[in-house]
């Protein structure tokens, strides 16, 4: 079993910043992709960014040259920057992580999710 603590997140008015973190602790196997994702209200939830353990990123169109994923493998904690916001990044956001002993049988664990409102 995994546990992900989740924390930073607010209100910022648009342009602002903020930076979520997020803490994995428990039973974590060598492979173990983390990510963030958000849902805001009547939307499906989406990969805002993602980041391996070797490093490789990936980011969401909506968020490229805004957001930065970056983590602390000794930590087992994922951070997101999050810069230049817009009212559209409003949403609950959720930390992930898929942890598994081979890349064909990883298993997810969500965050409790945290509410980012971009608003003036």
């Known amino acids: 079993q995994v546990q992900l603590v989740e924390s930073g997140g607010g209100l910022v008015q648009p342009g602002g910043s903020l930076r979520l973190s997020c803490a994995a602790s428990?039973?974590?196997?060598?492979?173990?992709?983390m990510g963030w994702y958000r849902q805001a209200p009547g939307k499906e939830r989406e990969l805002v960014a993602g980041v391996t353990s070797g490093g490789r990123v990936n980011y969401a169109d909506s968020v490229k040259g805004r957001f930065t994923i970056s983590r602390d493998n000794a930590k087992n904690t994922v951070y997101l920057q999050m810069n230049s916001l817009k009212p559209e990044d409003t949403a609950v956001y959720y930390c992930?992580?898929?942890?598994?002993?081979?890349?064909?049988?990883?298993?997810?664990?969500w965050g409790q999710g945290t509410q980012v409102t971009v608003s003036s």
């Open positions: 428990g039973s974590i196997f060598s492979i173990n992709p």
């Open positions: 992930n992580i898929k942890t598994g002993s081979s890349w064909y049988n990883l298993k997810d664990y």
